[in-house]
């Protein structure tokens, strides 16, 4: 059993930024697939950004690219994403989710793992 652990929400500014990092125990981040989503209060849980095991290939919804980078260290066994230029629109809780797959159907959410969520809130 997989468990995945989120970091590092947190109350922040509109333009600011943060970085929410990912763990998952009992694998190392490289042998896993890796993705981020968020739900904000009303709304359903969406697609944010995900990383391929194979290839580290990355997937971004449209509003958050060029704000949001997606990355792992495997030094560190750990999977984080940044967020910069943050906006109101963007408070949320984020959720990391892992799977043993080399590749996933990121946006459909089919993940195998999930983490209980980090609060990302933004203030205008």
């Known amino acids: 059993q997989v468990q995945v652990v989120e970091s590092g929400g947190g109350l922040v500014q509109a333009g600011g930024s943060l970085r929410l990092s990912c763990t998952a125990s009992?694998?190392?981040?490289?042998?896993?697939?890796m993705g981020w989503f968020r739900q904000a209060p009303g709304k359903e849980r969406d697609f944010v950004a995900s990383?391929?095991?194979?290839?580290?290939?990355?997937d971004y919804e449209d509003s958050v690219k060029g704000r949001f980078t997606i990355s792992r260290d495997n030094a560190k066994n750990a999977q984080y994403l940044q967020v910069n230029s943050l906006k109101p629109e963007d408070t949320a809780v984020y959720y990391c989710?892992?799977?043993?797959?080399?590749?996933?159907?990121?946006?459909?959410?089919?993940?195998?793992?999930w983490g209980q969520g980090a609060q990302v809130t933004v203030s205008s």
């Open positions: 989710a892992a799977d043993e797959a080399a590749w996933v159907n990121a946006r459909s959410g089919i993940y195998n793992y």
């Open positions: 990383i391929q095991r194979n290839g580290d290939i990355t």
């Open positions: 009992g694998r190392t981040v490289s042998s896993l697939s």
